[in-house]
Nanobody, 119 residues
């Protein structure tokens, strides 16, 4: 069973930086697109950034220029570098991946990591 485990969240001050990591494990599989979503209290889960297996990236307009998504395919890991943190970045950040085994393909979610930004 494929699992995604996030790390790197926590409490940070506005203007600071955080780097989130998400590692996939659990059997033989291929990872296609990976990404990060965030969910603030009382709000829906929104896409933050995605990256394809060919390293094509896509960002929400609100994070362009401050967030950078990258991946290390050898480690089955995706990263999210967050710079110039703002209080409105406070949310639970979820890692997601489209994985495939043979002809089967499905989406997997991590458990989420809390990011709290103080002003």
């Amino acid at each position: 069973q494929v699992q995604l485990v996030e790390s790197g969240g926590g409490l940070a001050q506005a203007g600071g930086s955080l780097r989130l990591s998400c590692a996939a494990s659990g059997g033989v599989f291929s990872i296609n697109a990976m990404g990060w979503y965030c969910q603030a209290p009382g709000k829906q889960r929104d896409m933050v950034a995605t990256i394809t297996s060919g390293d094509n990236t896509n960002y929400a307009d609100s994070v362009k220029g401050r967030f950078t998504i990258s991946r290390d395919n050898a480690k089955n890991t995706v990263y999210l570098q967050i710079n110039n943190l703002k209080p409105e970045d406070t949310a639970v950040y979820y890692c997601t991946a489209i994985v495939s085994v043979g002809r089967s393909e499905w989406r997997v979610w991590g458990q989420g990591t809390q990011v709290t930004v103080s002003s």
